[in-house]
């Protein structure tokens, strides 16, 4: 099978069944694009944003009991 019919095959594979073709080409890029975007990140100077605080801190007095809102 040589490299003319492999193009008149992907061709008519694109015709006939497009969602397969475009879902390996969506997959063959995936991993192209990491080995692309975060070279191209760091040269051009992105820093990751700061983290997201994931617990709130409580402060150190003693804590009033509440009036007024009885059930």
Do not use: N
Request: proline share 8%.
């Amino acid at each position: 099978m040589g490299l003319v019919s492999s193009w008149q095959y992907l061709k008519w594979c694109t015709y006939h069944h497009p969602v397969i073709v475009a879902s390996f080409a969506l997959s063959f890029a995936g991993p192209l694009l990491l080995g692309v975007v975060y070279p191209l990140r760091r040269e051009y100077g992105y820093k990751r944003p700061v983290d997201a605080p994931r617990s709130y801190k409580f402060p150190d007095r003693e804590r009033a009991a509440t009036v007024g809102y009885d059930d």
